[in-house]
């Protein structure tokens, strides 16, 4: 086994490999794309930076572990794409980590990786360098053949637009996997939508919108209502009308969402629309403690 930076003529090769571990429940990873072109530009991005942020394994020419840092650098942040194994689990995990670690020492304050209950190995690995449990959520599928739509008024929705920026700043959380600035770029993709919920010329409320797969699935990633709102029926106005447009305008057979375990005022809300349960998500973090220099003054 030899492990070697990520390049960009391993890319189409890597990004296969991923696509098909991210789909097993006992190796996946969250944040990592679910299309095999959208984690080839995932990882492509990698691949642009001075130091180092993505690692493969190889057995011969076989792809057999992965671990990528996806940076946010002004929150000295990462979030951990892996560690992948396909053999020798521990092994080539440890060994990813040991190449990656020097770029998370030099640039991270904090790292992140989250990943289902069944993935053991990233658990072990997670124990093995001292992660801490921060969240648990578990993830909500609706299919749309048991989708039925209630009469909201979807009226006071609009797309939000970039004279919006900083009303969507101001309702959404500054620990969220993306920042304002992202999700209102990749609101600009195709088949991806944000919508504002707008209160006498305000946007009190809104709700962010990714199709996962053509003709498929879709998730709804994040839905915020301005604390001052909540209990007028914003957030089921905002969530009728997203599934409303991804069953019928987008043609999608199921919509998931994610809703923290303490968080049961909005799991009892997306039960009422038909929403069940299909997987718990445990998402970990590590304080990272940077290593003394050493002296070299006598």
Known sequence: MI???LEVKDLHTVAEWLFHMNEQDDHFVAWLASDPNEIFEQIWTLTQFHDPLAFVAWEGEDVI????LLPFFDQKLCRLLGPFALQNEDDVIEKLWDKASLTVMLHFDMAKVACFQSNEALLHFAKRHEFELYNVEKTLALHKHTFEPLSEDNSPIVDVLEDDAEAIDRLHPSAAYYT???MMRLAREPDNFLWGYQKDGEIVGYLYFETITDGNEGEVCFLNVASTEQGEGIGSCL????LHYAFYALGLTCVTISVRTQNQKAEKLYLQFGFREINTIFAYQKEIRKAP????FH
């Open 239 to 242: 969530l009728e009308y997203a």
């Open 180 to 182: 304002t600035q992202e």
């Open 3 to 5: 492990i070697r930076e």
């Open 65 to 68: 572990g992965f671990l990528g």
């Open 293 to 296: 220099l050493p002296n070299t």
